[in-house]
């Protein structure tokens, strides 16, 4: 059990935080010229948790559970200059569900989790715009710390319109190899926004208008124009074969991380066993291991 160095019982208080599967849509809010990118990331039941042990000390974590990493450090240090508050003896713990550089916002996610343990730890009322205060000093942001679907702004940390809870996608997606910096291909995302302008500016319209009638089906067609749009870019070695296939495994649409490494399919009912079986199968043809998971509120 753990305990405080007088050695009554610690008790731990943990923020948490949902990641994402990449993006719905990413492009310009606005087509032409140097236009905001603007995304609807893609929550999924995949977590962040960020824990600590007012009195703990240093040796008193549970093993293999590291402290809190560079960016949730400073995440913590702005926290609490913002309030003028000191923190208390204790110890950090976290733990995490999302892969590093993929398109799962595991960063943003384990600032956001530390920020919700700080708020518990001086009981003090959850406050977004100190959230997003934090978040933009720190780096470009998904919009993990909203409990709803976003039309978001990452750079300039604004939310355009709350798109709400009424969607929910069941997923069969896989991580290809390597990375992208974010940061080093925007300059050539701003290029491809301004020549496909108004396919984006149509992609966009539909996506939100599946989401003010709570259509899946069409918020799933728009996600695959935006994936189509984004490989002709940033393209994904699985991406034209998933696409082909998918009417095969009945998917509704197929989704990426625009600037990630993630590649699958939108599926508005849950897949049978079978169908799982069918999807795993395929996905290890390709070279890859099928994970499965839920997005999405609904």
């Not at 603007?38 to 293999?64: C, K, L, N, T």
């Not at 000191?86 to 892969?99: E, K, V």
């Not at 124009?225 to 002709?232: N, P």
């Amino acid at each position: 059990m753990l305990t405080t160095p007088g050695g009554d019982p610690a008790r731990w208080v943990s923020g948490v935080c949902q990641g994402t599967l990449g993006e719905l849509f990413q492009g310009p809010l606005r087509p032409g010229g140097d236009a905001d990118i603007a995304i609807v990331s893609f929550p999924v039941d995949r977590h962040s948790w960020v824990y600590f042990a007012p009195g703990a000390g240093s040796g008193d974590a549970p093993p293999g559970e590291p402290p809190l990493g560079a960016k949730a450090a400073t995440a913590a240090r702005l926290f609490l200059e913002h309030f003028g508050l000191t923190l208390p003896p204790g110890r950090w713990s976290t733990h995490s569900d999302l892969h590093v550089g993929v398109g799962m916002a595991s960063s943003t996610a384990d600032i956001v989790a530390t920020v919700r343990c700080l708020f518990r730890i001086f009981s003090l009322p959850y406050d977004t715009g100190a959230v997003l205060r934090v978040l933009a000093a720190i780096e470009r942001a998904d919009s993990v710390f909203l409990d709803e679907f976003a039309l978001y702004l990452s750079g300039r940390h604004r939310v355009v319109r709350r798109l709400g809870t009424g969607v929910g996608f069941h997923t069969a997606f896989v991580m290809e190899p390597g990375t992208v910096d974010t940061a080093a291909v925007t300059p050539v995302l701003r290029r491809h926004y301004r020549r496909c302008a108004t396919e984006y500016e149509r992609c966009l319209t539909d996506l939100l208008k599946g989401f003010a009638s709570g259509d899946p089906a069409a918020v799933a067609r728009a996600a695959t124009f935006s994936s189509v749009l984004s490989q002709e870019v940033l393209p994904k070695d699985t991406f034209e074969t998933v696409l082909a296939h998918r009417e095969e495994f009945g998917a509704d649409g197929v989704f990426v991380a625009h600037t990630g490494s993630l590649v699958g399919y939108l599926f508005s009912c849950r897949p049978a066993p079978s169908l799982k079986g069918e999807l795993s199968a395929f996905f290890r043809s390709l070279g890859h291991q099928c994970s499965f998971a839920q997005g999405g509120y609904a």
